[in-house]
């Protein structure tokens, strides 16, 4: 799924998995600790992280308040905004490919809106 998302984006699976924490657990900011956490990540690897995505323009970190807010950026919402359908096709390709039918319905049935 990785190849496929960074064929389609050029984003890592590590640069989508931080610009979706992003936008789906804190609205485009995250302090960079609760982001860390989320990703199961230590601080430092983040940080280097978040680095490189920077320098691309993805993310930016504010210092404010003894806190370091990271926030998305405008090409941040674009990358994510464009890698969303690769991600959702390649999950449907790759791991559901290879349950039943039956098994895909009530995979998708639990993840569907109510």
Request: no cysteine; charged share 25%.
């Amino acid at each position: 799924m990785a190849r496929d998302i960074a064929a389609a984006t050029g984003l890592s699976d590590p640069d989508y998995g931080v610009l979706s924490r992003l936008a789906d657990l804190g609205g485009g900011q995250l302090r960079q600790q609760d982001l860390a956490d989320s990703m199961d990540w230590d601080k430092s690897r983040l940080s280097h992280h978040q680095t490189r995505m920077q320098q691309r323009g993805l993310v930016e970190r504010r210092s404010a308040d003894g806190t370091v807010p990271v926030h998305l950026t405008g090409a941040g919402r674009a990358a994510l905004a464009e890698a969303v359908p690769g991600h959702a096709a390649a999950i449907r390709r790759h791991p559901l490919s290879r349950l039943s039918r039956e098994q895909q319905r009530a995979i998708t049935g639990l993840t569907a809106d109510e």
